[in-house]
């Protein structure tokens, strides 16, 4: 992500005179540790009090502690990558749960760990049984936890054949097994693209992206606004569409259009991205609200060294604002905050986004201030 940003800090108005918002920087401290910023610190998880931001390091197989209320850094913890204590080669995603737990999911494992790196309870998704006694017999795409009286996993599983998600809620506790189908061709299948051209086989597909917040796991994805909720025990909530203010509320598909090279896909997903891309929501708990961007792109005509997309010409980003039902209350448009790609999240009833300033790990702090 880049932001160019002063870090002179003022209130400016916005067009439709609800809020107000603030914008500041933040550099942390790493008091001499190489933090692992390559992965724009997607890997990381803030605990209950948002006092500390954990972030997976990649260098050393470590989990590095940040006190985002002193801003440095704070305390590292290791992890084996194979034997009894093993979380797998990689890290792909980490929850942090209460009593300073964490749920690492890698390649084809997943398990909790306490912060001396021993292992505490493996996730047993391939020998999970179903309703009707069959097998898993596989691992999801993506997993995360929430904790409750009866943990459960929840992962999304892609069938890429058929174009559609599957959403698996697994119980540790019994080590039983649910599968739903997600209704998900308006906002994923109308998205992927597929062909063959002389290098072979290729297949693009947007993201789908699975997080928790506020006790609740929630499915959003790039190219529509909609949000699926399930409670933390698994049991469907709400599906959620909204009118957006500044974008249109999906991109339109390209309706069964033959993609026939990796060039014309390129093309084609530069044609969504071009219309709106979005977000996953987070929860600010201090003002009982939902949080979300959204972005519009504008790319020039130049593809560097057959890159898959040319180069960004300039980005518009807005900050969508739900109150605790998901029903959206105003919308900002946010000048001047050119958003790629990174983690962020709520602290203290405001918005912080991740920034790198030249390989150090910084903030960008949107404090946004009602006018009702």
């Not at 203290?348 to 404090?367: H, P, R, T």
Request: proline share 2%; aromatic share 16%.
């Amino acid at each position: 992500m880049y932001v160019f940003l002063s870090c002179q800090r003022k209130y400016t108005e916005i067009e439709n005179n609800e809020a107000l918002y603030a914008i500041d920087t933040v550099k942390i401290d790493s008091k001499g540790h190489l933090l692992d910023l390559n992965r724009f610190i997607l890997i990381s998880d803030l605990d209950d009090e948002e006092k500390s931001l954990f972030l997976y390091n990649a260098f050393d197989h470590s989990i590095d502690e940040i006190n985002l209320d002193r801003l440095d850094f704070a305390n590292k913890y290791f992890f084996e990558k194979e034997g009894p204590n093993g979380t797998g080669e990689s890290f792909y995603s980490l929850n942090h749960l209460k009593g300073g737990f964490f749920f690492i999911k890698s390649y084809n494992k997943s398990a909790i760990f306490d912060k001396n790196g021993v292992l505490v309870k493996r996730v047993d998704w391939v020998n999970s049984i179903d309703s009707i006694g069959s097998i898993y017999g596989q691992q999801p795409e993506n997993e995360i936890l929430i904790s409750s009286s009866d943990l459960k996993v929840f992962g999304l599983d892609f069938d890429d054949k058929n174009r559609k998600i599957h959403f698996d809620i697994l119980s540790i506790v019994d080590n039983s097994i649910k599968r739903l189908d997600l209704d998900s061709e308006k906002s994923y299948g109308c998205f992927v693209l597929e062909g063959e051209d002389s290098q072979g086989h290729f297949f693009v597909k947007p993201h789908v992206y699975l997080s928790s917040e506020n006790n609740l796991a929630i499915i959003s994805h790039d190219f529509s606004n909609e949000l699926i909720l399930y409670d933390s025990v698994g049991e469907f909530v709400k599906k959620i569409n909204y009118e957006s203010r500044f974008t249109p509320s999906s991109a339109k598909s390209i309706n069964g259009k033959t993609i026939t090279s990796r060039e014309h896909a390129g093309k084609e997903f530069q044609y969504f991205l071009e219309q709106v891309r979005f977000y996953p929501p987070v929860w600010d708990n201090v003002k009982k609200r939902y949080l979300r961007l959204s972005k519009i792109t504008v790319f020039s005509d130049d593809r560097i060294n057959g890159s898959f997309l040319p180069e960004v010409l300039k980005t518009s980003v807005f900050l969508s604002v739900f109150d605790s039902d998901f029903t959206l209350i105003y919308e900002l448009a946010i000048p001047g905050l050119n958003y790629n790609f990174g983690k962020y999240f709520s602290k203290d009833g405001k918005f912080w986004i991740y920034q790198n300033f030249s390989d150090d790990l910084g903030f960008v702090i949107i404090e946004i201030k009602d006018l009702n």
